[in-house]
């Protein structure tokens, strides 16, 4: 039973779902409420820092708020070697996938790792230090398998698997750089001086900011432009209202940047509770300060704790020293009294991330230049693990933080492993406000795909827009026979929540789509799977992209998300469109019958194959002001064997000169199996020839 859709019947081609924007609401992912088991990953290293394997379950010991627990699971998690560095040519990259799904077996336990580049607390220069590292981190940490989500804090995204996405991670890599940037040298505080003088008003530093500015001769104009009593600046125990002023502007922007970053912090960890691998937050930041009056700090230890995650903080400052301000070529030298408080003050600026760190289990890299060194010890740590589970027993449901210790019996041997979770609660964990609904973002957020909708995607590159951008239609079916429909005066009705992203590698640059789709169909329960398609539409500049979509079941509150890589081709050569493959039509009125959009690539023998493309970049005949070009196909099942082809013949240009060809393919009388439709594109104008090979599933029709 096909569902009704009342904004909009499902589109042919060109034609994208109508449907009202959802405001933002205030929800919360939910999860289950019963422990049944806990489960602890635990690594072992040697004094050395060397991973511990060969332990079994008779040499661990774990207690649970100081009782002994009975381990009733245990396993041992080993990750393949780095792949070795090669002095061959680098194979092609294979193609991207037409078709990805939610759907299927999950995939065995391993390593989710996901690097925040805090480009919000790192200047430019920093900034390229930080790239470096990560670059290292990705060829001599990571391995074959491991999943890896490169966020940044200022907006960008990449998920990916090892070895296949490397080089989209480096792509992405060399799209950002440091936003922050630091104000002149002479009149620049700390956000540490900053919060001490505005939080608490400490007179001690801000004398010590004074005499810097007087000694270097700052001219500091007050903003509110109130006069000044001189007798009253010099007073014993008052702050000067200058470096007042300038500390409440210096610590209200580190407040902006640092809520920016903990709550993608947060927003990263989230989702890492849906999946059993050893999950690893690598912070690459120049840190930022403690704030003991920010909740956002305990809001990331608590998430990090619930999804059984470790942060750790890369300090891309490298070896620490004296800011720029207390050069001799600004003036005086500092006062030796002075010196030891300054280089304190400055080490505290990065105080609130090596503080996370800590209070999840990580360790903080900081204090080197050789940051490749520390950041490839991250990835070493997680390369051989041990997976305890018991079961706590009753427990009651207070929400309180329950603490967990785990023991070795050889003493030699360190351990780091979670500290404890959160005994389940009947009042719901506090969210923060978000620019989005939270569950949806909680969705594009997450580094795996979550299958409580099943869903399909593909994407088409369709027809140029303007002189620098691709009309690009991202098509996804959805399992409605998941979603709650509510039966209400003879008709079922329902609805979702989707949410569409594509995030542009080159430069981070986000596309976003929101809506809401109202259903309806025959009352009555579903007997299988019953797919709906969907379809949004952008305009987009060559280049590569990942786009995501959410879809949400807002009664059930069931999520569903899948993501995949596409490329928009430049405009400036002969190229094809996405080729459309389709087992249905749409009659138009007047004209040729249209090809309808699918997120799938499997046709039964009982239906023929309609296969739809379009030619762009062709150059005209000087006479007739018209393109000529010619176009064939092949048809080869996957043993190589033809079972149909074309000879070349002229696509017939429209009166306004738009090249397109629709064909049929009959599959009736085909065996079951994968073939391949190879299509050729010669524009005999300039001699150049394009080619493409399309993937497809045949499977029996009901007649056999």
Same mark, same amino acid.
């Given at each position: 039973m096909k569902p009704h859709l009342r904004l909009t019947p499902i589109a042919a081609l060109a034609a994208v779902l109508a449907g009202a924007v959802v405001p933002a609401q205030e929800t919360t992912p939910v999860f289950p409420r019963e422990i049944e088991m806990v489960t602890v990953d635990v690594v072992v290293t040697d004094k050395e820092g060397r991973p511990v394997t060969g332990l079994s379950r008779d040499d661990f010991t774990i207690l649970d708020e100081g009782e002994r627990q009975e381990i009733v699971s245990f396993d041992v998690i080993t990750a393949g070697a780095p792949p070795e560095a090669s002095v061959e040519e680098p194979a092609a990259e294979p193609p991207r996938p037409r078709i990805v799904t939610n759907e299927g077996p999950p995939p065995p336990p391993g390593r989710t790792f996901v690097v925040v580049f805090d480009n919000l607390n790192m200047s430019p220069l920093n900034a390229q230090r930080a790239k470096a590292a990560v670059v290292a981190f990705l060829d001599k940490g990571l391995r074959d398998g491991d999943r890896v989500m490169l966020a940044a804090t200022g907006g960008a995204w990449w998920t990916t698997r090892l070895p296949e996405g490397r080089e989209d991670l480096v792509a992405v890599l060399k799209g950002l750089d440091g936003r922050r940037s630091p104000a002149p040298d002479l009149e620049r505080m700390t956000d540490f001086e900053a919060m001490r003088i505005y939080q608490y008003s400490d007179y001690m530093i801000a004398r010590r900011v004074q005499d810097r500015f007087e000694r270097y001769g700052v001219s500091y104009r007050v903003k509110d432009q109130r006069q000044i009593d001189q007798d009253e600046i010099g007073s014993p125990g008052r702050i000067n209202l200058m470096v007042d002023n300038r500390a409440a502007e210096t610590y209200m922007a580190a407040r902006t940047r640092n809520r920016a970053t903990l709550g993608a912090l947060e927003r990263m960890l989230k989702p890492l509770q849906a999946t059993r691998d050893r999950k690893s937050l690598v912070l690459v930041s120049e840190g930022f300060v403690y704030d003991p009056n920010e909740p956002g700090f305990r809001r990331v230890v608590e998430a990090a704790r619930r999804a059984n995650a470790v942060l750790y903080f890369v300090d891309t400052r490298g070896l620490a020293d004296l800011p720029g301000f207390y050069g001799a070529q600004f003036g005086a030298p500092i006062d030796e009294r002075n010196l030891l408080a300054a280089v304190a003050d400055t080490t505290q600026d990065s105080e609130g991330a090596a503080s996370l760190a800590r209070d999840t289990g990580g360790f903080t890299v900081a204090d080197t230049n050789d940051l490749e060194a520390g950041i490839v010890r991250i990835a070493r740590e997680q390369s051989s693990y041990y997976l305890i589970g018991y079961n706590p027993g009753a427990i009651a449901h207070d929400g309180r933080f329950r603490r967990i210790e785990v023991k070795v019996s050889r003493p030699e041997l360190s351990i780091r492993a979670r500290r404890g979770y959160y005994a389940p609660s009947d009042v719901p964990s506090p969210t923060t406000t978000a620019d989005h609904d939270p569950q949806l973002q909680?969705?594009?957020?997450? =580094?795996?795909?979550?299958?409580?909708? =099943?869903?399909?995607? +593909?994407?088409?590159?369709?027809?140029?827009?303007?002189?620098?951008?691709?009309?690009?239609?991202?098509?996804?079916?959805?399992?409605?026979?998941?979603?709650?429909?509510?039966?209400?005066?003879?008709?079922?009705?329902?609805?979702?929540?989707?949410?569409?992203?594509?995030?542009?590698?080159?430069?981070?640059?986000?596309?976003?789509?929101?809506?809401?789709?109202?259903?309806?169909?025959?009352?009555?329960?579903?007997?299988?799977?019953?797919?709906?398609?969907?379809?949004?539409?952008?305009?987009?500049?060559?280049?590569?992209?990942?786009?995501?979509?959410?879809?949400?079941?807002?009664?059930?509150?069931?999520?569903?998300?899948?993501?995949?890589?596409?490329?928009?081709?430049?405009?400036?050569?002969?190229?094809?469109?996405?080729?459309?493959?389709?087992?249905?039509?749409?009659?138009?009125?007047?004209?040729?019958?249209?090809?309808?959009?699918?997120?799938?690539?499997?046709?039964? +023998?009982?239906?023929?194959?309609?296969?739809r493309f379009d030619v762009y970049g062709a150059d005209k005949d000087p006479g007739t002001g018209l393109p000529y070009v010619t176009a064939s196909h092949v048809l080869r099942r996957d043993d190589g064997v033809v079972v149909s082809r074309s000879a070349p013949t002229e696509i017939a240009p429209t009166s306004l000169g738009s090249l397109l060809r629709m064909m049929q393919i009959p599959l009736e009388g085909l065996r079951a199996g994968a073939y391949d439709l190879e299509l050729e594109v010669r524009d005999r104008q300039s001699g150049r020839t394009v080619r493409t090979v399309e993937p497809f599933t045949i499977v029996p029709g009901q007649g056999g």
């Open positions: 909680y969705g594009l957020d997450s =580094p795996t795909a979550l299958d409580g909708i =099943p869903l399909r995607m +593909t994407a088409y590159a369709l027809d140029p827009v303007g002189t620098d951008s691709v009309r690009v239609l991202v098509a996804a079916d959805a399992d409605l026979s998941k979603v709650e429909f509510q039966e209400t005066e003879g008709k079922a009705l329902a609805s979702i929540d989707t949410l569409a992203v594509v995030a542009r590698r080159e430069n981070a640059e986000i596309y976003r789509r929101d809506q809401k789709v109202d259903l309806e169909r025959r009352p009555g329960a579903l007997s299988g799977p019953s797919w709906y398609t969907m379809v949004r539409e952008f305009d987009l500049p060559p280049g590569a992209y990942q786009a995501k979509v959410v879809v949400r079941d807002p009664v059930s509150k069931r999520l569903g998300t899948v993501s995949m890589e596409l490329d928009v081709p430049p405009l400036d050569t002969l190229r094809l469109s996405s080729v459309i493959l389709t087992d249905s039509v749409q009659q138009s009125a007047g004209g040729p019958p249209m090809a309808v959009l699918l997120a799938r690539r499997t046709f039964s +023998t009982d239906r023929p194959l309609y296969c």
